[in-house]
């Protein structure tokens, strides 16, 4: 078996069932959660951004093996591109656009997406390319510094030129359109009424699953095996002649697109977006989500992603009712139950399973 | 065949702060030659090593490769170029298989689009044919370290001569002219050096230059064609294994000036 893969007996047949089954069930399973409520669909679109989100720091921490606490600054790239090129703000701010673009800016979800992505790359470059020397801590320091000052120009660009509207962020984003169908209005198919939220949650589906294909892809490939020999060993694969520079940076950029894309489909989704959305504790619950679930494993990182976005949004309509039934009052808020849920996942995972809850297992 | 030195090294200077680790050494090896380096610990051996490998950037010296200069200054470049190492302390991919091991190794010599970042995400057919084809050259690899059954197993958990063979057949990978091994013996008994020596043999007569460093005097005489001896960062003989064994240089800085008097 290739690195990574699963033991069980994994022929292309059993391959395509399940990934058929899993498919389906993914398809039918908001019009099931929808029957509580849409918010719970907006969840399921969340957790898909955040999927995509952990994939893209895997690279960069489960394959290469680079420890990135900035990476949020990746999502904020991306968010803040799609906004600025999908709502009035420039607009209103410049003379020029207003004379090149007299309807306004509006921006196609096929020049959107691979747009948000390779501009994530360049950041990601800009961040890869002074931190090549270092490892372990003191990259954790740097890259933390980086997603720190993205987030402070987005909350202080506001003047002398108005370009991100500092820390009230920008509104009014278009919503996508994908061959002439609004996202954001309900659509009705054979008689049953789709709502917006769901038909956010299918394009973030569509998107997560390439970021996946993706992924395994170049895992399985001379990239991916050059990122793991670095983790592994930086000496020993640059004695194998790979060129670590150059790899290490493809991996920056790489782990930074998938960011990138992810933040554009929040901006879309939401609407709105302000630097608040970008702090450093989102940084660190996506590389606890990595952690967490596997690095370097997929499934691992997926699982990761889901439990550690889901089951704290979750908690915010169940917390408070279940606390009333048992001690018939709250006790503690959400958010609190959430910090402490979260702590003690992680100190019981590093304890029970280091090398997270699923690892690629591998014959010996 | 032309009489240019496969790997010849003039003057190699090497400084840690006023420590001169390698003093002006100068050797020569000739294609297709097994060649020694011994000497006592703290000699330079290593250091010597790692200045033509490119991981310390030499202070002086001019480095050739087949009559063509090389500038030690890049590990990859140094790869690329045709010298391939093993580490003193083994250095493998440890959470790799053994195959995935060697298939690093081919990495300098696949290049091109289609191995790259698109290749792999769009499968391209090229992409295949190549990874089918790496995969097939590091099975017969392994096959020829003799360690094949191996091939899934994580590089970790092999014994400590398979290891050693492993990162030999990771080293074989990258298509050396001249192959480095640095202690290759260290570890092993007496069986698995025998081994090693008919190992060593078949690479040199399948073509390969091979330099080696290697603390058991027994198998450096009967192995190499010629043999330096570095002591205190310069070269204080070099020749045959029999001449070297002979000088009296050599022989005290082994064993000591009383041996020579004695």
């Not at chain 1, 699953?209 to 170049?218: C, G, S, W, Y």
């Not at chain 1, 782990?255 to 970008?278: D, I, R, Y």
């Not at chain 2, 020829?144 to 398979?162: E, F, P, Q, V």
Request: proline content about 4%.
């Amino acid at each position: 078996m290739h690195w990574g893969n699963v033991s069980i007996p994994l022929t292309r047949r059993n391959a395509i069932l399940a990934a058929l089954a899993v498919g389906a069930a993914l398809l039918i399973l908001p019009f099931i959660v929808g029957l509580a409520g849409n918010a719970w669909i907006r969840i399921l679109a969340f957790a898909m951004l955040y999927i995509m989100l952990a994939l893209g720091l895997n690279i960069v921490v489960g394959y290469a093996g680079l420890l990135d606490l900035g990476y949020i600054a990746f999502y904020a790239v991306g968010a803040y591109m799609y906004g600025l090129l999908a709502s009035p703000h420039l607009f209103e701010q410049f003379e020029w656009i207003r004379q090149t673009f007299p309807n306004g800016l509006h921006n196609s979800i096929w020049l959107v997406v691979p747009l948000s992505a390779l501009l994530a790359a360049v950041f990601g470059v800009l961040l890869g390319a002074p931190t090549l020397k270092l490892r372990g801590d003191y990259l954790a320091i740097v890259t933390l510094g980086f997603g720190e000052i993205i987030r402070i120009f987005l909350n202080n660009l506001n003047a002398p030129i108005n370009l991100t509207n500092g820390p009230q962020g920008l509104s009014k984003i278009d919503p996508i359109e994908i061959a002439g169908i609004n996202l954001s209005r309900p659509i009705d198919v054979f008689g049953l009424t789709i709502p917006s939220v769901q038909l956010y949650y299918y394009l973030f589906l569509i998107l997560t699953v390439l970021v996946i294909v993706i992924t395994v892809r170049l895992q399985d490939s001379r990239v991916g095996r050059a990122w793991i020999a670095i983790r592994e060993d930086e000496i020993a694969a640059k004695a194998m002649g790979i060129n670590t520079r150059n790899v290490k940076l493809l991996a920056f950029a790489m782990g930074a697109s998938f960011g990138g894309v992810s933040g554009a489909m929040f901006s879309a989704f939401q609407g709105f977006v302000s630097p608040e959305s970008f702090v450093l504790m989102e940084s660190i619950v996506i590389v606890a989500m990595v952690v967490l679930g596997g690095m370097g494993y997929v499934p691992g990182v997926i699982l990761g992603a889901v439990l550690l976005y889901a089951i704290p949004e979750a908690l915010r309509y169940v917390a408070k009712p279940l606390q009333e039934a048992i001690f018939g009052n709250e006790l503690l808020a959400p958010e609190a139950v959430r910090m402490l849920l979260f702590g003690l996942s992680m100190v019981l995972i590093m304890l029970y399973r280091p090398r997270g809850l699923l690892s690629a297992r591998r014959a010996t | 065949m032309s009489n240019t030195p496969l790997l010849k090294v003039t003057e190699a200077r090497k400084v840690f702060g006023g420590l001169v680790a390698l003093d002006g050494v100068s050797l020569s090896i000739g294609s297709g030659q097994i060649y020694g380096l011994i000497g006592p610990n703290g000699a330079g051996k290593t250091t010597f090593f790692n200045v033509i490998t490119g991981l310390y950037a030499p202070d002086g010296g001019r480095f050739e490769l087949q009559g063509k200069t090389y500038s030690p200054n890049a590990v990859h470049r140094v790869a690329e170029a045709g010298i391939a190492r093993t580490f003193q302390n083994i250095r493998l991919f440890p959470d790799m298989t053994a195959l995935e091991n060697v298939m690093v190794g081919r990495h300098v010599r696949t290049h091109g689009l289609h191995h790259g970042v698109f290749g792999a995400i769009l499968r391209s057919k090229a992409f295949i044919q190549g990874e089918q084809q790496i995969r097939a050259q590091a099975r017969e690899l392994l096959d020829y370290l003799g360690i094949a059954r191996y091939a899934d197993s994580i590089a970790k958990t092999l014994s400590y001569g398979d290891q050693r063979r492993l990162e030999i057949a990771r080293a074989l990978a990258t298509e050396p002219q001249c192959l480095a091994l640095d202690e290759p013996a260290a570890g092993m008994n007496a069986t698995e050096k025998n081994l090693l020596r008919e190992t060593l043999e078949r690479i040199r007569q399948d073509g390969k230059t091979i330099l080696i460093i290697e603390h058991d005097v027994k198998l450096v005489m009967g192995l190499c064609d010629r043999v330096t001896v570095l002591d205190y960062g310069k070269v204080i003989a070099e020749g045959s294994p029999a001449e070297v064994q002979r000088n009296p240089k050599v022989i005290e800085a082994y064993l000591g000036s009383g041996a020579t008097h004695g």
